[in-house]
C-alpha cells in the first residue's frame, strides 16, 4: 500500500514536499515513482527513482525543478518541487513497479497511491 501526503496550494514560485510511504510489504526492489493528472488530461510520468536510488528520471517539464529520492530504510520515496509554475497543478499519484526504471516511465505499474492535490496558483 502507499500512501501520499504533502500536497497543498501554493503560489506560482513556491516549493511543496510530497512524500509516499510504503506499507504492507518490501518495496526494496521497486522502482518507484511520481504521476501526475491535471484536470481533463491523461495521467503523465513526473519522475522516477531506481532500486537503490543510485538512477532517476525526470520528465522534460519538470527538469531542474523537481528532485525524487528514496529511503529504503523508511520505505518512503519523496518528490521536491521548486519554482512551481500554474500548469504543474494536477493530482499527483506515487507508484511502484517491479520491473525497470523505463517500464515505469511507460505506465508499467503494480501499484498506486491515493493521490494528493497540489494547487498553483499564478
Known amino acids: 500500500q502507499l500512501q501520499a501526503s504533502g500536497g497543498g496550494s501554493v503560489q506560482a514560485g513556491g516549493s511543496l514536499r510530497l512524500s509516499c510511504a510504503a506499507s504492507?510489504?518490501?518495496?526494496?526492489?521497486?522502482?518507484m515513482g511520481w504521476f501526475r493528472q491535471a484536470p481533463g488530461k491523461e495521467r503523465e510520468f513526473v519522475s522516477g527513482?531506481?532500486?537503490?536510488?543510485?538512477?532517476?528520471n525526470v520528465a522534460d517539464p519538470v527538469k531542474g525543478r523537481f528532485t525524487i529520492s528514496r529511503s529504503n530504510a523508511a520505505n518512503t520515496v519523496d518528490l521536491q518541487m521548486n519554482s512551481l509554475k500554474a500548469e504543474d497543478t494536477a493530482v499527483y499519484y506515487c507508484a511502484a513497479g517491479r520491473g525497470v526504471l523505463r517500464s515505469l516511465m511507460s505506465g508499467a505499474v503494480e501499484y498506486w497511491g491515493q493521490g494528493t492535490l497540489v494547487t498553483v496558483s499564478s
Open positions: 504492507g510489504g518490501t518495496f526494496t526492489n521497486c522502482v
Open positions: 527513482i531506481g532500486w537503490y536510488g543510485g538512477l532517476t
